[in-house]
């Protein structure tokens, strides 16, 4: 680790082709918004998603189970990743009046446990998208 990636905390900048699917599904995201606008259920902004980033033939997991690790011991405890791109971004999807607090902490768990670096709440239930996108950098 170099000098300033220490004096920011540990982490190294963020690379390029990571930053690079982050917009793109970022744009997925905006064409699904403008397709279907809020009020739908969460299941179909995600299946809306998936199609498009099998459009745009980007690599992505959905439904993912994730495993605890508890006294060393890996547990099945019920967490899923909505959208795991490239095994590089979350996407935690959200059909909700308002993005809570134990939503954000949701998307940091589900970021440390996998290691990624960025994740993204995206909110459909807003009539402009850009104010229902929270973006996390850990």
Known sequence: MDQAASQRG???????????????????????HRGTGPGLLESVYQACMCYELDQEKLPYEHEVDLPVEYHGVRLRAGLRLDIWAGRQVILELKAVDKVLPIHKAQLLTYMKLTGCRIGFIINFNVPRLKDGIVRMVR
Do not use: C, D, N, S
């Open 10 to 32: 540990g982490f190294e900048p963020i690379p390029a082709e990571t930053e690079e699917l982050a917009a793109r599904l970022i744009e997925a995201a905006f064409r699904v």
